[in-house]
């Protein structure tokens, strides 16, 4: 997913976008699926519903909000820095998923 907006913000052809979107599209359905599944295994069943609806809740003012501040900062720095910016914390992200924290038993 870091390649998604590396990818677009380098493209000088339009056509390939759809391209890259396609491919994006698979990989953020199988990363949404592992997610809801790990979030699933953290909490207990008779809390399952309060978690999932504050969850998918949190997923939703994450898309309202996306756009207006990547609109905001297409005007401030451009379009290609916005998508270099949205690639550098995707970056950002993979790296956390690398740390090694405290595991937790099951």
């Known amino acids: 997913m870091i390649f998604y907006p590396a990818l677009s913000a380098a493209t000088t052809n339009i056509n390939w976008i759809i391209f890259y979107a396609a491919i994006a599209g698979l990989f953020q ?52 820095g916005a998508l270099w910016l949205s690639a550098g914390l995707s970056f950002v992200g993979f790296l956390l998923f690398l740390k090694r924290g405290p595991r937790l038993s099951a």
């Open 29 to 80: 359905a199988g990363i949404d699926l592992v997610f809801f599944d790990e979030l699933m295994r953290t909490f207990p069943i008779e809390y399952s519903a309060m978690f999932v609806s504050l969850a998918q809740s949190t997923q939703y003012i994450s898309m309202i909000l996306a756009p207006m501040l990547g609109t905001w900062l297409a005007n401030y720095i451009g379009l290609g």
